[in-house]
């Protein structure tokens, strides 16, 4: 059952946790202003583990430095934590994502089963 975060008021998700990984979906924009929130709270989820971790983000519509800066924090935090972080975009995200060359860094799927899949088995 998904549990609502509480992010701020641009940038809302949800929270699953699995077995042996946490799916977060998340919608708004990941920018200078939700990013501080954002960041704290799902280095404080993959702190609690599991540290496998899908982002969800879809439904996102704008992503900015500072919303990469933190995807890169918490990729370094999940790998520090024998886990993995898999990060599902669209168009606008990949894009974002590709002008910095991160694309391969950050490991874009296509989908959440595509992440899923990627997942490190338990």
Do not use: H, W
Not at 29 to 40: W, Y
Not at 54 to 80: H, P
Not at 90 to 116: C, D, H, I, M
């Amino acid at each position: 059952m998904p549990e609502p975060l509480t992010l701020t008021v641009s940038l809302r998700g949800t929270r699953e946790v699995r077995d042996n990984y946490q799916l977060f979906r998340l919608t708004g924009l990941l920018d200078a202003f939700s990013e501080p929130t954002f960041r704290k709270v799902i280095s404080k989820c993959i702190e609690e583990g599991p540290s496998n971790v899908v982002l969800d983000l879809s439904k996102i519509d704008f992503v900015d430095s500072s919303g990469l800066g933190a995807l890169v924090q918490l990729v370094k935090k999940a790998q520090s934590l024998e886990g993995s972080l898999q990060i599902v975009t669209n168009a606008r995200v990949t894009q974002t994502v590709k002008l910095v060359r991160l694309e391969q860094f950050l490991s874009l799927q296509p989908s959440v089963e595509a992440a899923l899949e990627k997942v490190k088995p338990a």
